[in-house]
Nanobody, 116 residues
Framework: QVQLVESGGGLVQAGGSLRLSCAAS????????MGWFRQAPRKEREFVAS????????LYTDSAKGRFTISRDNAKNTVYLQMNSLKPEDTAVYFC?????????WGQGTQVIVFS
């Protein structure tokens, strides 16, 4: 069982930056693929970025490439999402995800609002 708690969301002007954090419980954090998803109002949840257990492989949705960076610190059981050059269309609730061997865990989400 993994419990995930996101933080770092907030209100930011377009062009600004935010750093989201996701703190995970459990001693097996380092074995999970970690990801960030987001859900905008009246839209389905969508993939943003993911990072493999050793941090050696990352994936990004096209809209995040070049602006967002996912990273993890296995010693701190934490995954981060650095978001730069934010746009109003990045406004959403951002969710942390942990996945391994068919097990899938979600955090409660953190709200990001980008205003122009």
């Amino acid at each position: 069982q993994v419990q995930l708690v996101e933080s770092g969301g907030g209100l930011v002007q377009a062009g600004g930056s935010l750093r989201l954090s996701c703190a995970a419980s459990g001693r097996t954090f380092s074995s999970y693929t970690m990801g960030w998803f987001r859900q905008a109002p009246r839209k389905e949840r969508e993939f943003v970025a993911s990072i493999r257990w050793n941090g050696g492989s990352t994936l990004y949705t096209d809209s995040a490439k070049g602006r967002f960076t996912i990273s993890r610190d296995n010693a701190k059981n934490t995954v981060y999402l650095q978001m730069n050059s934010l746009k109003p269309e990045d406004t959403a609730v951002y969710f942390c995800n942990a996945k391994r061997s068919g097990n899938n865990y979600w955090g409660q989400g953190t709200q990001v609002i980008v205003f122009s």
